[in-house]
Every structure is written in C-alpha cells, then in structure tokens.
T-cell receptor, first 109, second 113 residues
Framework: GQSLEQPSEVTAVEGAIVQINCTYQTSGFYGLSWYQQHDGGAPTFLSYNALDGLEETGRFSSFLSRSDSYGYLLLQELQMKDSASYFC??????????FGGGTRLMVKP | SAVISQKPSRDICQRGTSLTIQCQVDSQVTMMFWYRQQPGQSLTLIATANQGSEATYESGFVIDKFPISRPNLTFSTLTVSNMSPEDSSIYLCSGVADNYGYTFGSGTRLTVV
C-alpha cells in the first residue's frame, strides 16, 4: 500500500517563500506529483518528479529524494492567490495516484 | 492537457434514490478514475473506469453501490445507488493521457437528505 504524510496547515506572508514537505511509504514508486486545489475547485496538476532532484516551473519548484522517500514543493514570491490546499501524490504501475492528506496554505498580507 | 466536463455540478437527493454523474473528456485519455472527497479532506480513489469492461474497485467500494461505465475513451459515468446521508460528498472524475498529470473534472457536490 501507499501512505503519504504532509503538514496539515502552513501560513506565510505575501512575497515570502514556503516549503511544503511530503514523506511517503510505498510498495511501488512511479513518481511524486503535486496538485493545487482552491476551495470549491478541482485539483490542478502542478508538477511531477520521477527522478531525484529539483524541477522548476515558474514560481513553483518540486524536489524529490527517492532514497529518503521525501519530496517538497517550494513556492516563491507568494501571492494571495496561492492560498489553497496542496496535495502530494504517488503513482503506481497502473498510473493510479494515492494522495496525501493535503496542506492548507494561507497567505497573509 | 485534456479538459473534462463533469455534470451535474451539485445536487440534493432524497435517501434511497440514485444519481448518475457524467464526465466527458475533450480528447482521448488512457485512464479514467473516480474519486470521492469530503470537504477539507483528501481524495479517496473509488475505482478505475475501464473502457468496455467492468471497473476496478478499491477496497471499501463495490459495483452494486457505485456502478461505473466507460463505453469509450472520452466518456464515463458513476452512479451512486440507494443513497444515504453518508454518501454526501464531492465526487470527482479524472483522466490521464500519456503525460504524468491528472486532469480533473470540476466535481459534483452531492447532498443526501
């Protein structure tokens, strides 16, 4: 089976940098993904790491260490619109995703 | 990436009735999945919708309660049968093509009274 742990809530101020950590235990690992979900909205895909290292997409970066079963999402130059829930997810050979419990990010002025 | 249209967006249903949720994808996806999400909670996989054959259900979900169809690569339905208040939740369909990112429908917020 798969299990993922991430902090339930993080608060940061506009313009700051925030890191959301995710640790996982899996029986098979086919990549770590990150999704953003605003209240009342659908999850939207942010990033994917299959190999160790950092992937950068604009203000968002995602990191993976397979040896540590650990990854993080880094959000830079925070904006109010970044207030949302962020989910890490691991995939299996069947392309099925198991999601973490989600981290609610609150960005304050 | 694909765009998924999901309907209805919300419904209030009487207990004992059934509701069918539809998802239409604007392009072919290899895999389609159905998830359930309680407000403020994570997503729980209900089943994988297989084209032209029976869906593959996760532990705790059964076909009699959640029948799923996927007649082609771009369309799938989930029925919530014989509903009870415990079925009140948000139901989401999703699809994945050859890349690694899921696309989700906008969700169906179901309230059973």
């Amino acid at each position: 089976g798969q299990s993922l742990e991430q902090p339930s809530e993080v608060t940061a101020v506009e313009g700051a940098i925030v890191q959301i950590n995710c640790t996982y235990q899996t029986s098979g690992f086919y990549g770590l993904s990150w999704y953003q979900q605003h209240d009342g909205g659908a999850p939207t895909f942010l990033s994917y790491n299959a190999l160790d290292g950092l992937e950068e997409t604009g203000r968002f970066s995602s990191f993976l260490s397979r040896s540590d079963s650990y990854g993080y999402l880094l959000l830079q130059e925070l904006q109010m619109k970044d207030s949302a829930s962020y989910f890490c997810a691991v995939g299996d050979a069947g392309n099925m995703l198991t999601f973490g419990g989600g981290t609610r990010l609150m960005v304050k002025p | 990436s694909a765009v998924i249209s999901q309907k209805p967006s919300r419904d209030i249903c009487q207990r004992g009735t059934s509701l069918t949720i539809q998802c239409q994808v604007d392009s072919q996806v290899t895999m389609m999945f159905w998830y359930r999400q309680q407000p403020g909670q994570s997503l729980t996989l209900i089943a994988t919708a297989n084209q032209g054959s029976e869906a593959t259900y996760e532990s705790g979900f059964v076909i009699d309660k959640f029948p799923i169809s996927r007649p082609n690569l771009t369309f799938s339905t989930l029925t919530v049968s014989n509903m009870s208040p415990e079925d009140s939740s948000i139901y989401l369909c999703s699809g994945v093509a050859d890349n690694y990112g899921y696309t989700f429908g906008s969700g169906t917020r179901l309230t059973v009274v």
